[in-house]
């Protein structure tokens, strides 16, 4: 069975989503990121890095173990595994990778350090503006391209839908809302609603809080 090392954040969420979208049975192991626990040495033996989401699959490729970190890689790894979530050829799969990329270097980035800065107990207002615009900015490119289709990749749901939940889950975070984003919150009510998302969510706080 698949190990899935992760606690209730934008970059975990995206993985037990993944899991119970395709039906994959697997065990969810609680790093309490609160406490710490991501840079212990029996976590940082799976990951040096020091962060979750970290996935092992004792049937890896050729049969043999694999342990994997990173969300993108390892939703990647998912839908290559199963066949699913992931055009294997056309345009579909470029836009799947387009949106992947952009959410791990514009979409992702700008809404974490909005969060941090926010947060953070010394106030720094220019780089609290300075991200704030940055995500919203990304949000509304975001909105466009939902505006033309259902999805962010087209018409069907992949993973780069499933990328992009993550931050807009904890949205919060960064200060932001929808209100200047209607497509974008069109799309986030019909994720919200999928059965393996309220799925996935709910057994990630069940043993995270």
């Known amino acids: 069975m698949l190990e899935l090392y992760a606690f209730a954040t934008p970059n975990s969420v995206k993985i037990p989503i993944a899991l119970e979208e395709l039906g994959i049975a697997y065990q969810l ?70 949106q992947l990329f952009f959410h791990a270097s514009g979409l992702g980035p700008a809404f974490g350090q909005a969060g941090f800065f926010k947060r953070n107990d010394e106030k720094l207002p220019l780089a609290i503006n300075r991200f704030e615009t940055e995500a919203r900015r990304v949000l509304s490119v975001l909105d466009g391209v939902l505006a033309r289709s259902f999805y962010v990749a087209g018409d069907e749901l992949t993973i780069a839908d499933i990328a992009h939940f993550g931050w807009l889950w904890r949205r919060e975070f960064a200060g932001i809302d929808f209100i200047e984003a209607p497509n974008v919150a069109r799309w986030y009510e019909a994720m919200e609603q999928r059965p393996a998302v309220g799925k996935a969510i709910a057994r990630l706080n069940g043993v995270t809080g």
């Open 29 to 98: 192991k609680p790093i309490n990121v609160r406490r710490g626990e991501q840079k212990d040495q029996s976590f940082l033996t799976l990951n040096p890095n020091g962060k979750v989401p970290v996935l092992f699959d004792p049937d890896g490729p050729d049969g043999k173990p694999l342990t994997l970190s990173e969300s993108a890689a390892i939703l990647i790894y998912l839908a290559e595994k199963t066949g699913r979530l992931l055009p294997v050829t056309g345009a579909m799969r470029a836009r799947v990778f387009e």
